[in-house]
Structures are given as structure tokens and as C-alpha cells.
């Protein structure tokens, strides 16, 4: 081979067109999952600072920070926070793992060359943006101040705009469909033939259970919109007493999208707990066909308990029991997982890199978001805990310390895969640790405020929360300077990182087979006989 | 494949569709002259029973489900399980309120 032939870099998804126009048509699901990651990360930056203010604000029992531009004490703590809920929901947490490392893994993961629609993976994509974008344009109209809940009669009556944040969800919701659509169709249609059901990966089952989630359940959401304007416009009563409609219907219709929303964040993040564990365990999953069955199994239980955020809205007495007994179904499958990740490490060999021991906090903090999450669905305990702080601190725990740390986590496990680089893991080990440190400094002692009668969506508080709130705040700076470490690490290094192996983890799923980054179209060469997703070899690969 | 499947594909005459869209003619009339008599609890309860012949008639024939693969009636029956169970689960509430 010549000089010039080792030199020149490979041709790769990422270098193989140039210019802005080149990425804005693209229907390559690698270039679409690095798009996402990008718009998803300026949301999420601005979310993050959203909190910041929130917290600044919590500091002191008074109101004395987000008292700006003559606002009204506490409208605009509410407006922070409606805003920081909806960014956080709809435009981070919701499309997170599937859009951006969804995209980019599961057509290689089972051994494809695109996503079956990619035309559709494209409009998707923008769907997502023009959602965002309405929602940031509803700033400039005041922002609503609801809550990310919008529960009428108060989002109905509010003098603020509620409806093009309202809009701003449906439009991601679109989005979030047709990504599901693409994925469902994917793994059915277009598995390498040597590629059977249950050789696939965890990860991509995961995604599959979710991709029908988001086709049966995001509909929903824009019925509810439908009905709120079918109301304003032509008086057509559906929510509001006055005219004989019911206010907890909107609940019941939210909650039906809503609550398996949170199967949406939470199922992409288990499928990736699966991957990483068996990689840096160097052993094959423990259960496989239990952990792919308990995705399916979350995804239909959790249709079925919507109603326990409702406990205190007015509902009959029998449907709360129903409900509240319905809940606790919902803790087996995840148990099921957990118990296996555990036995996954038993007797492993297991190695500490960045992303397993990110994947390790994970365990741990889902384990305490779980188990509140049992408390507040037991029903006399809800009656108690309902709408403090606990609660806040419960779907911090969920919705953060576990889908958002695994987002991290596989962020630096696909990282040398997506850019062909290495990043500095001691860096990432320091940011992981003061993440951990951080993240339980915010939200732990919000726990014991909520128990104690700390309600939650308040600007102010009475003297006796003070201490817990302090910690918080503190915690909270912690963590945010722990998230510029981790994020700055890994710009850092890719811009200048080393150049990465194509599989430096010796993981076993098919990604790790091909180049890093990989080819347009996949790969150069698809192995003849595609090995097991956790088939590891004996010896340590290095 | 689209050969085999042509000679299983199932075509239903005029008259046939035609005696299908006299049949929704007549529940319709059904629904409209029942409204008029009072049956108390049970005048939703018809009204629904007759909605549902309706609309099994439209889905079996015009949409040509019976004559489909068995997957597509399977995935329809899924769907209004799952819609019985929500509208079941949601009425859990109203029912009892
Ligand atoms: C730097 C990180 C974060 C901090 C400091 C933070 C802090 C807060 C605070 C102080 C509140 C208001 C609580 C109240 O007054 O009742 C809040 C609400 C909320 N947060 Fe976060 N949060 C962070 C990250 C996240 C993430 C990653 C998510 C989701 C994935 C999230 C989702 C929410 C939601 C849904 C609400 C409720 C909004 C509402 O009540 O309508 N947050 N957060």
C-alpha cells in the first residue's frame, strides 16, 4: 500500500459529503442521529439553565431572584418552570435515546444498510425541530405558566398562551410516531437473514417495544389537543363543567399518553443497560429472553396505570383502588431486569470504564426512583405525597438519574463508534462521580422536604425547609459543573481526541464489526456468520 | 408473489356490495325510529349495539377484512381490546362517581 493510501483518512458517513445542505437532506440514519444529538443537546443546555434559575431561586424562603421585568410574585418562577418541564419532556428526555442513538445503531445492529423509511427519518427529525422551536417561539408570547401537565380548567382560563406550547408537543409528538413507525417497520422488514428475533440485541428489542409505545399511545395526546380546540372553538363541551363537560376527562386523556411516556424515556435506557453491562462484564446477558419479554411486558402494564397521578383529582373511590392495584404489577418486569443486570455481573469480568460505571450509578438510583415510585402508587401514601416535593425528587430520579444518566452513559459508550475517536477516561470517571455526588445532593433532601409538606411548583417555602432546599441548591451546582466537565471532555475529544480502534470496548453486537466511524452504507463487509449479540470470546480482547 | 396472491385475492360482486349498503340503510332507519321509544337504561345500550353490527359490516366487507390474511383481522381485534380495556379502566370512574 502506498504512503498516500495510509494517510488519507476513510471514507466515512461522516466525511463522505460536505456543506450544510449536505446534512440537511441527508437520510443517512447515522448523519440524522448526529443531528438529533446536537438539537437535543442545545435543548437540553437550555433546559438545564432553566433549572439553574429555579434553583437559584429555591436558595431562600423568599422570592427574590425571579422578580425581573415587574413580573408578578411567582409567575415567573411558573413560567421557568413550565418551560424547563416541557423542554425536559418533550424535547430531551422523550426522543432522547431512540432519535439519537436509535438512529444511529439499530439498522447496524441488525445488520441493515438505513432505517426502512428514511425519507420519513428525515421529515421526523424535522417535525422535531419545528416542535422545539414553537416552543422556544412561546417564550416570546409570554410563556405558559401551567405546568408541563397544561390540567384545565386553568390552562383554559390562564391569561398566558397555552396553546402553541401545546402545539409545540403536538408537532414533536408527530415526530416521535413516525420515528416509532420506522423502527417497528425496520426490525421486522429488514433483518440481516442470519439476523433471527432472538438474536438480536436487547437494545434493539428495547426500541422495538418502544417504537410501538409511541405509535399506540403519542395519538392520544393530539386527540386531547383536538378536543381542547373543539371546545374554545365550537363550544362543544367536553372539559368544562359549565357547559356539562368534565375536567378529569383531561386528566384521564393526558394520562393515557403520559404515563406510558415515561415507558417512551425509560425502555431505550434499559435496552442500553443490557448492552453495556454484558460488554464490560464480558458475559453473555443473564435471561436474555426474560429481559426482552419484561420490555414487552412494561409496555403493556404501563398502558394500564395511568390513573395513579390522579389519585386526588376527584375520581371514584373504585377506580382508585383498581389503579392503585394495577401499579404495583408494573414493578415485576422492571425488577425482572434489574435482578438480571445483577446476575449479568456475577462472576464477570468486569471492567470500569466510563459508561459501566455510569451504568452502575444508573442501577442504583433507578432502584430508589423505583421503589418511591411504589410509595407514591400505593394510594393512602399518594393522598399524603401527592403533588411535594417527594414526587419531585421520585420522577427527578426516573427521568434523570436513570434515562438521562444512561443518555450519558451511552454517549461515551458509542462515542469512539459515532466519531472514531477516544476521550480521556479519567475525565469522564471525575464527571461520573461528581455527577453521582451531585445528583443525590439535589434531589435526596427533597425527598425528606416532600415528606415533611414541602409542596411542589412553589417559588416560596416556609423557614422550617430551608436547610433541605440549601443542600439542594448546592447539590445542583455540583451536578451542572459536572455536566460541563463530562460535555466538555467529549468535544474536547473530538476535536483532538486519539484515534479509537473499531471496537475498543470488545463488545459483541454488530456495530462493533464495522469501521469507526462506520461506512455509509454500514458496512464495508458484513461478517458471513453474524455472531450472537453476546457471544464474547474467552480471552480479553485489548 | 403478487401471482399467488392474485388468484387468492377475493373480488365480491355489485349486487353483493350493494345488498351490504341496504343493510346499513335499514340499521339506520333502526337507530333513528328506536330513538323514539323509550327503553330507559338500554336506549344507549341498543343504540351502541346496532353502531357496532354497522361498523363490523363496513370493516368485514367494504374494508374486505374477511377476505384478508388472518394477521390484519388479528391486528384489528388488538386494537379495539385495547380500546375496550381503556374505555373499561376509564369508566372504572365514571361508573362509580
Ligand atoms: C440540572 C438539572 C436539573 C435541575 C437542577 C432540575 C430542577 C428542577 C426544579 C427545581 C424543578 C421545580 C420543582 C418545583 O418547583 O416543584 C423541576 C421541575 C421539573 N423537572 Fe427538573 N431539573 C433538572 C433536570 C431535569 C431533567 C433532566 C428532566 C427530565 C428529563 C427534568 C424534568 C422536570 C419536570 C418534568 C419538572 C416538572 C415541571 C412541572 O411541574 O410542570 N428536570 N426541576
Same mark, same amino acid.
Given at each position: 500500500?502506498?504512503?498516500?493510501?495510509?494517510?488519507?483518512?476513510?471514507?466515512?458517513?461522516?466525511?463522505?459529503?460536505?456543506?450544510?445542505?449536505?446534512?440537511?437532506?441527508?437520510?443517512?440514519?447515522?448523519?440524522?442521529?448526529?443531528?438529533?444529538?446536537?438539537?437535543?443537546?442545545?435543548?437540553?443546555?437550555?433546559?438545564?439553565?432553566?433549572?439553574?434559575?429555579?434553583?437559584?431561586?429555591?436558595?431562600?424562603?423568599?422570592?427574590? #431572584?425571579?422578580?425581573?421585568?415587574?413580573?408578578?410574585?411567582?409567575?415567573?418562577?411558573?413560567?421557568?418552570?413550565?418551560?424547563?418541564?416541557? +423542554?425536559?419532556?418533550?424535547?430531551?428526555?422523550?426522543?432522547?435515546?431512540?432519535?439519537?442513538?436509535?438512529?444511529?445503531?439499530?439498522?447496524?445492529?441488525?445488520?441493515?444498510?438505513?432505517?426502512?423509511?428514511?425519507?420519513?427519518?428525515?421529515?421526523?427529525?424535522?417535525?422535531?425541530?419545528?416542535?422545539?422551536?414553537?416552543?422556544?417561539?412561546?417564550?416570546?408570547?409570554?410563556?405558559?405558566?401551567?405546568?408541563?401537565?397544561? /390540567?384545565?380548567?386553568?390552562?383554559?382560563?390562564?391569561?398566558?398562551?397555552?396553546?402553541?406550547?401545546?402545539?409545540?408537543?403536538?408537532?414533536?409528538?408527530?415526530? $416521535?410516531?413516525?420515528?416509532?413507525?420506522?423502527?417497528?417497520?425496520?426490525?421486522?422488514?429488514?433483518?440481516?437473514?442470519?439476523?433471527?428475533?432472538?438474536? *438480536?440485541?436487547?437494545?434493539?428489542?428495547?426500541?422495538?417495544?418502544?417504537?410501538?409505545?409511541?405509535?399506540?399511545?403519542?395519538?392520544?395526546? =393530539?386527540?386531547?389537543?383536538?378536543?381542547? *380546540?373543539?371546545?374554545?372553538?365550537?363550544?362543544?363541551?367536553?372539559?368544562?363543567?359549565?357547559?356539562?363537560?368534565?375536567?378529569?376527562?383531561?386528566?384521564?386523556?393526558?394520562?393515557?399518553?403520559?404515563?406510558?411516556?415515561?415507558?417512551?424515556?425509560?425502555?431505550?435506557? *434499559?435496552?442500553?443497560? $443490557?448492552?453495556?453491562?454484558?460488554? !464490560?462484564?464480558?458475559?453473555?446477558?443473564?435471561?436474555?429472553?426474560?429481559?426482552?419479554?419484561?420490555?414487552?411486558?412494561?409496555?403493556?402494564?404501563?398502558?394500564?396505570?395511568?390513573?395513579?397521578?390522579?389519585?386526588?383529582?376527584?375520581?371514584?373511590?373504585?377506580?382508585?383502588?383498581?389503579?392503585?392495584?394495577?401499579?404495583?404489577? #408494573?414493578?415485576?418486569?422492571?425488577?425482572?431486569? +434489574?435482578?438480571?443486570?445483577?446476575?449479568?455481573? /456475577?462472576?464477570?469480568?468486569?471492567?470500569?470504564?466510563? &459508561?459501566? #460505571?455510569?451504568?452502575?450509578?444508573?442501577?442504583?438510583? !433507578?432502584?430508589?426512583?423505583?421503589?418511591?415510585?411504589?410509595?407514591?402508587?400505593?394510594?393512602?401514601?399518594?393522598?399524603?405525597?401527592?403533588?411535594?416535593?417527594?414526587?419531585?425528587?421520585?420522577?427527578? /430520579?426516573?427521568?434523570?438519574?436513570?434515562?438521562?444518566?444512561?443518555?450519558?452513559?451511552?454517549?461515551?459508550?458509542?462515542?469512539?463508534?459515532?466519531?472514531?475517536?477516544?476521550?480521556?477516561?479519567?475525565?469522564?470517571?471525575?464527571?461520573?462521580?461528581?455527577? !453521582?455526588?451531585?445528583?443525590?445532593?439535589?434531589?435526596? &433532601?427533597?425527598?425528606?422536604?416532600?415528606?415533611?409538606?414541602?409542596?411542589?411548583?412553589?417559588?416560596?417555602?416556609?423557614?422550617?425547609?430551608?436547610?433541605?432546599?440549601?443542600?439542594?441548591?448546592?447539590?445542583?451546582?455540583?451536578?451542572?459543573?459536572?455536566?460541563?466537565?463530562?460535555?466538555?471532555?467529549?468535544? /474536547?475529544?473530538?476535536?483532538?481526541?486519539?484515534? $479509537?480502534?473499531?471496537?475498543?470496548? =470488545?463488545?459483541?453486537?454488530?456495530?462493533?464489526?464495522?469501521?469507526?466511524?462506520? &461506512?455509509?452504507?454500514?458496512?464495508?463487509?458484513?461478517?458471513?456468520?453474524?455472531?450472537?449479540?453476546?457471544?464474547?470470546?474467552?480471552?480479553?480482547?485489548? | 408473489?403478487?401471482?399467488?396472491?392474485?388468484?387468492?385475492?377475493?373480488?365480491?360482486?355489485?349486487?353483493?356490495? @350493494?345488498?351490504?349498503?341496504?343493510?346499513?340503510?335499514?340499521?339506520?332507519?333502526?337507530?333513528?325510529?328506536?330513538?323514539?321509544?323509550?327503553?330507559?337504561?338500554?336506549?344507549?345500550?341498543?343504540?351502541?349495539? @346496532?353502531?357496532?353490527?354497522?361498523?363490523?359490516?363496513?370493516?368485514?366487507?367494504?374494508?374486505?377484512?374477511?377476505?384478508?390474511?388472518?394477521?390484519?383481522?388479528?391486528?384489528?381485534?388488538?386494537?379495539?381490546?385495547?380500546?375496550?380495556?381503556?374505555?373499561?379502566?376509564?369508566?372504572?370512574?365514571?361508573?362509580?362517581?
Amino acid at each position: 500500500m502506498s504512503e498516500a493510501a495510509v494517510d488519507k483518512p476513510k471514507v466515512n458517513y461522516y466525511n463522505a459529503k460536505s456543506g450544510i445542505m449536505s446534512w440537511l437532506t441527508t437520510t443517512d440514519h447515522k448523519r440524522l442521529g448526529i443531528m438529533y444529538l446536537y438539537s437535543l443537546g442545545v435543548f437540553f443546555a437550555f433546559a438545564v439553565f432553566m433549572a439553574f434559575l429555579l434553583r437559584l431561586e429555591l436558595f431562600t424562603p423568599e422570592i427574590d #431572584v425571579l422578580t425581573f421585568g415587574g413580573a408578578q410574585a411567582g409567575d415567573l418562577y411558573n413560567r421557568i418552570l413550565t418551560l424547563h418541564g416541557i +423542554v425536559m419532556v418533550f424535547l430531551f428526555i422523550v426522543p432522547g435515546l431512540p432519535a439519537v442513538f436509535g438512529n444511529f445503531c439499530l439498522p447496524i445492529m441488525i445488520g441493515a444498510e438505513d432505517v426502512f423509511f428514511p425519507r420519513i427519518n428525515l421529515l421526523s427529525w424535522y417535525c422535531y425541530v419545528l416542535g422545539g422551536l414553537f416552543a422556544i417561539f412561546s417564550i416570546a408570547l409570554g410563556g405558559p405558566d401551567t405546568g408541563w401537565t397544561f /390540567y384545565v380548567p386553568y390552562s383554559t382560563t390562564t391569561g398566558h398562551n397555552v396553546y402553541v406550547p401545546v402545539l409545540a408537543a403536538f408537532i414533536v409528538g408527530w415526530s $416521535s410516531i413516525l420515528t416509532g413507525l420506522n423502527f417497528v417497520t425496520t426490525v421486522h422488514r429488514l433483518r440481516n437473514k442470519n439476523m433471527s428475533w432472538f438474536k *438480536m440485541p436487547l437494545f434493539v428489542w428495547s426500541l422495538y417495544a418502544t417504537g410501538w409505545v409511541q405509535i399506540i399511545a403519542t395519538p392520544v395526546i =393530539g386527540i386531547l389537543l383536538l378536543l381542547v *380546540m373543539m371546545e374554545k372553538v365550537f363550544g362543544i363541551p367536553v372539559f368544562d363543567p359549565r357547559i356539562g363537560g368534565d375536567p378529569v376527562l383531561f386528566e384521564h386523556i393526558f394520562w393515557i399518553y403520559s404515563h406510558p411516556a415515561v415507558y417512551i424515556m425509560i425502555l431505550p435506557a *434499559m435496552g442500553v443497560v $443490557s448492552e453495556i453491562i454484558a460488554t !464490560f462484564s464480558r458475559k453473555t446477558i443473564f435471561g436474555y429472553h426474560f429481559i426482552a419479554y419484561s420490555s414487552i411486558a412494561i409496555a403493556a402494564i404501563g398502558s394500564l396505570v395511568w390513573a395513579h397521578h390522579m389519585f386526588t383529582s376527584g375520581m371514584a373511590n373504585e377506580a382508585r383502588v383498581i389503579f392503585s392495584f394495577l401499579t404495583f404489577f #408494573v414493578a415485576v418486569p422492571s425488577a425482572v431486569k +434489574v435482578f438480571n443486570w445483577i446476575a449479568t455481573m /456475577y462472576k464477570g469480568s468486569i471492567r470500569l470504564s466510563p &459508561p459501566m #460505571v455510569y451504568t452502575m450509578m444508573f442501577i442504583l438510583i !433507578f432502584s430508589i426512583g423505583g421503589f418511591t415510585g411504589l410509595h407514591l402508587g400505593a394510594l393512602s401514601v399518594d393522598i399524603h405525597l401527592h403533588d411535594t416535593a417527594f414526587v419531585v425528587a421520585h420522577f427527578h /430520579y426516573v427521568m434523570f438519574g436513570s434515562a438521562g444518566i444512561i443518555f450519558f452513559a451511552a454517549m461515551h459508550y458509542w462515542f469512539p463508534k459515532m466519531s472514531g475517536k477516544l476521550y480521556n477516561e479519567v475525565v469522564a470517571h471525575i464527571a461520573g462521580v461528581l455527577f !453521582f455526588i451531585g445528583f443525590n445532593a439535589t434531589y435526596f &433532601p427533597l425527598f425528606i422536604a416532600g415528606y415533611l409538606g414541602m409542596p411542589r411548583r412553589y417559588a416560596s417555602y416556609l423557614p422550617e425547609y430551608e436547610f433541605y432546599h440549601k443542600f439542594s441548591t448546592i447539590g445542583s451546582w455540583v451536578m451542572i459543573f459536572s455536566m460541563l466537565l463530562m460535555f466538555g471532555n467529549l468535544i /474536547y475529544a473530538a476535536r483532538k481526541g486519539k484515534k $479509537s480502534s473499531d471496537n475498543p470496548w =470488545g463488545g459483541a453486537t454488530l456495530e462493533w464489526h464495522t469501521s469507526s466511524p462506520p &461506512p455509509t452504507l454500514n458496512f464495508d463487509k458484513l461478517p458471513d456468520d453474524i455472531p450472537g449479540s453476546y457471544d464474547y470470546p474467552l480471552e480479553v480482547v485489548k | 408473489m403478487s401471482g399467488a396472491h392474485a388468484e387468492e385475492e377475493h373480488i365480491s360482486s355489485y349486487g353483493f356490495y @350493494v345488498k351490504i349498503w341496504l343493510a346499513l340503510l335499514f340499521l339506520t332507519f333502526m337507530t333513528v325510529s328506536v330513538s323514539y321509544v323509550d327503553m330507559k337504561k338500554f336506549t344507549l345500550f341498543t343504540a351502541m349495539l @346496532v353502531a357496532t353490527v354497522k361498523a363490523g359490516l363496513v370493516v368485514l366487507f367494504f374494508m374486505h377484512i374477511r377476505f384478508d390474511k388472518p394477521i390484519f383481522g388479528v391486528m384489528l381485534m388488538v386494537t379495539l381490546i385495547e380500546y375496550l380495556i381503556f374505555i373499561v379502566l376509564t369508566f372504572s370512574d365514571y361508573a362509580y362517581r
